[in-house]
Nanobody
Framework: QVQLVESGGGLVQPGGSLRLSCTAS????????MAWYRQAPGKQRELVAV???????NYGDSVKGRFTISRDNAKSTMYLQMNSLEPEDTAVYYC??????????????WGQGTQVTVSL
């Protein structure tokens, strides 16, 4: 089984910054891609950023130049540095990992989500 623990969400003013973390644990033998998704009220879940096992990155158009995704393989942890936050960034942010476990060649897991609210 794989567990994902997210942290770092909260309330921030427009123009501010937050850093999200997601740590994976359990019977993991290899982590392929790691990604952040978000879902705002009444909207579909969308990809925010993804980082592969060789640290290649890709970003959603709305966050390019403002958000930075990174990972620490030794800690099985992924980060999302969010700068110049806008009210439109308000959403629940979900961690997503693509892993190999001791019993399953490849599977995907989701975190429980962390709320990010950008408001005065």
């Amino acid at each position: 089984q794989v567990q994902l623990v997210e942290s770092g969400g909260g309330l921030v003013q427009p123009g501010g910054s937050l850093r999200l973390s997601c740590t994976a644990s359990g019977s993991i033998s290899y982590i392929y891609a790691m990604a952040w998704y978000r879902q705002a009220p009444g909207k579909q879940r969308e990809l925010v950023a993804v980082i592969t096992s060789d640290s290649s990155t890709n970003y959603g158009d709305s966050v390019k130049g403002r958000f930075t995704i990174s990972r620490d393989n030794a800690k099985s942890t992924m980060y999302l540095q969010m700068n110049s936050l806008e009210p439109e960034d308000t959403a629940v942010y979900y961690c997503n990992v693509d892993v190999r476990t001791v019993t399953i060649l490849r599977s995907t897991y989701w975190g429980q989500g962390t709320q990010v609210t950008v408001s005065l």
